[in-house]
């Protein structure tokens, strides 16, 4: 491809800029002409049927390939920062489905009201719908987007898998970038697919649907906070016994700020490792962890997950008891931790959450879809939450003796 082509410069483009130049031309397409918006609304519709296609794809390759290629022998020094990842996402789990209980907002989904819904009566019925769809046969499982039943049997191949020689595990990880690439193509149509989503969305509802963008968003983003600034150091005042705002705001000024704009935890790995010599950390530790955190430490994910499917229950008026919300925050948790390197990946995972509440797929990805409307905020804050996280955490247990 030429450097000097449209098609290169658009591929090699600010993906931000983009989505924003595509939410401004679907309003006023939407306002314009409704013809014109049904028209294009195509661009959206193929759009959505693309994630939906790659999303079961990629749960079970990301997750088996996670678990097939981890390295055995892990050091003792990471298990006490392994635990803080993973208390520090089920925290920001919780707290957002407290912050979605005390502040419900309902999406603005033109056709979810014709989309049959099986709301689940008890977290009994929530659980048994869990054992059953575990159990399903892994092709039906990808055919249906079970997601359920590939995340159980994508770790199950993973595990058994973990031990098979380092050609085997070569492959794995070719096919899991492979099909990451599959994704940040398809990601990197977003402008074509929000432009015909908010023309067609727009032209139904007006500035109703712009409104609750705009809800949902600030329900994300004061979450977000929330958990930068109180839940995160809480957590390190409980292990360091110390003041934990001056590592809360070092990390936010010289990780979170950069990942904010990079969109990446993979690309903020090395200014990660080098704000954590900078901090005088054990070598030997935040070598490990960081990497490790990019790929497992995603409250920030757990968030948007978390949010955005209550948003689609409150929506579609399916009532949610007390367990099976705290079922939601342990399955939001998981499903971070295997959310895609690429940006706007854990949006891929809702389909997976919504499934608790017997949320079709169709309604799921119209919740993926407003995700990545509202992604030019969600996306840069989440990896900015998830990447200083890492180390902060990473600090809380490695400081050098």
């Given amino acids: 491809m030429r450097k000097d082509s449209l098609a290169y410069k658009f591929f090699n483009g600010n993906l931000v800029l983009q989505i924003l130049i595509g939410i401004v031309l679907g309003v006023l397409a939407g306002y314009i002409s409704k013809d014109f918006a049904n028209a294009v609304s195509i661009l959206g519709t ?11 794809i990629l749960v079970f390759v990301l997750v088996s390939t996670a678990i097939a290629t981890k390295e055995m022998g892990v050091q003792t020094k990471i298990k006490p920062i392994i ?33 049959a819904t099986t709301p689940p009566d008890s977290v009994i019925s929530v659980l048994k719908s869990v054992l059953f769809n575990m159990v399903d046969n892994p092709i039906h499982a990808l055919q249906t987007g079970n997601f359920i039943g590939i995340l159980v049997w994508a770790i199950a191949i993973g595990v058994a898998m973990h031990y098979s020689n380092e050609d085997t595990k070569n492959v794995f990880f070719d096919i899991s970038t492979g ?18 989503l908010v023309a067609n969305t727009f032209a139904k509802t007006g500035f109703d649907a712009l409104f609750s963008y705009g809800r949902i968003l600030l329900l994300l983003v004061g979450t977000m906070l929330f958990i930068a600034f109180i839940i995160n150091p809480i957590i390190v005042f409980i292990k360091t016994k110390s003041n934990p705002f001056p590592l809360i705001f070092t990390c936010i000024k ?20 080098n704000l954590c010599k900078k901090l005088n950390l054990d070598e030997n ?66 389909p997976l959450a919504c499934s608790l509440f017997g949320i079709s797929n169709d309604v799921a990805l119209q919740v993926v879809a407003i995700g990545f409307v509202i992604g030019v905020v969600q996306d840069s804050l989440e990896t900015a939450l998830n990447s200083s996280t890492d180390v902060i955490f990473t600090a809380s247990c490695a400081t050098k003796e």
């Fill in 83 to 115: 635990i803080l990842y993973l208390i520090g996402t089920f925290l920001a789990a919780l707290t957002a489905v407290i912050a979605s209980f005390i502040f419900p907002i309902a999406l603005v989904l033109p056709d979810a009201a014709n989309v």
């Fill in 285 to 350: 530790t935040y070598s490990v962890s960081i990497p490790l955190g990019a790929t497992t430490n995603m409250a920030g994910a757990a968030v948007t997950i978390t949010v955005l499917t209550l948003a689609a229950v409150h929506t579609l008026q399916i009532p949610v008891d007390l367990p099976t919300a705290l079922l939601l925050s342990i399955v939001s948790a998981l499903a971070a931790c295997g959310a895609s390197g690429v940006a706007g990946g854990s949006l891929l995972l809702i």
């Fill in 179 to 196: 099909i990451t690439k599959i994704v940040q193509f398809i990601i990197r149509l977003a402008p074509f697919g929000i432009f015909g």
């Fill in 46 to 56: 193929l759009f959505v049927g693309a994630l939906k296609a790659i999303a079961p």
């Fill in 254 to 273: 010289e990780s979170a700020v950069t990942a904010f704009f990079t969109r990446s935890s993979a690309a903020n790995i090395p200014v990660n490792m």
